[in-house]
């Protein structure tokens, strides 16, 4: 007999995949941008780098957002988002008063101290957990490094010291279970088989033997060499590839203490290196262009931003799936770079394939998807 959780998922199955955990699977054919299953976040948290510009409650963006009288930190929509965030947004109200400028834990600490207070709130399964309960999800406590152990107990410790005066905590034991739970990330499916696998294998603990895992069919696309007279030797790409990969660590690390100028010039100097090897369709260079794009977007130089993503967007067509969000992601900031930029016509034309890409992935009807018809609107 099927159990009420499977009754509700309506063409779809939970099963257990040996060695590999749970999955989801469909039980009938399904049409494009049909929807396969929702419910409502367990919990989540707006990241600091975007408040002001994004609700606290609805992570809708939009100008003129009111501050919360006491912290000043949090943003809204109106009084009927700030009345909704605030059993969440007490937990950190106080603290960032009492800590002003020194209140800064992680949003894993963020995330996981609302895990935390929904727990206690509702222990009983919640809306959110039709699928699978929060309880049920991997750890993987007997597979975690020590780095990974030491980066838990940090954030336990963050945990502890920023919400110690709002939070009822269970014991150690089941905090380390806790954040390794949520301990997880996205697999991007731009990079090559190697680099995908190896990323699984980190943050899940497992390598993927589906049929392009297996094939390799992409990775000579994603890999693509410069076509000339005297093409590089093997030992030659093989050896620039292990520069990209080190030289994508540094930047991961160096955002945390260098200047933006600083930034863009790895970037750029990376990319000189790696195009005499490299065509710029290969995903190493794709992802050093767009760091870069990223530093010129901080530092609102919006052509230098613009020339980027040009050269980005073709190839992210090309490698990513159809319908990726990546690539909408992608239209939508060449969208209102080009409106930044009083180039109506080609603006209008990114963020429309934005929009049909988000229809299929988000849904016809998701907030997201009004808020850019109105920026069309607006201009």
Known sequence: MRSEAEAQLGGLERFASPGKGRGLRARRRFAVGELLFSCPAYAAVLTVSERGSHCDACFARKEGLSKCGRCKQAFYCNVECQKEDWPMHKLECASMCAFGQNWHPSDTVRLTARVLAKQQIHPERTQSEKLFAVKEF?????????????LIQNDIAALHHFYSKHLEYPDNAALVVLFAQIFSSYIDL??????????????????????????KEKD???????????????????D?????????????????????????????????KMGAVFEDSNVYMLHMMYQAMGVCLYVQDWEGALCYGQKII???????????????SMWLKLGRLYMALKNRTAGVKALQRAIAIMEVAHGKDHPYISEIKKELEDH
């Open 220 to 238: 000579k696309e994603k890999l693509e060499i410069c076509k000339l007279n005297d093409p590089p030797s093997a030992e030659t790409v093989k």
């Open 314 to 328: 073709r190839p992210y067509s090309k490698h990513y799936p159809s319908y990726s969000l990546n690539v909408a």
């Open 240 to 272: 620039m590839i292990k520069y990209a990969r080190n030289v994508i660590e540094e930047f991961r690390r160096a955002k945390h203490y260098k200047s933006p100028s600083e930034l863009l010039e790895i970037c750029e100097l990376s990319l000189d």
């Open 190 to 215: 731009l990079y090559p088989t190697e680099d995908r696998n190896d990323r699984l294998r980190d943050s899940y603990f497992f390598s993927c033997d589906c049929r392009e895992c297996v094939t």
């Open 138 to 150: 991997e750890s993987h406590l007997d597979k975690l490094d020590n780095e990974k152990r030491e």
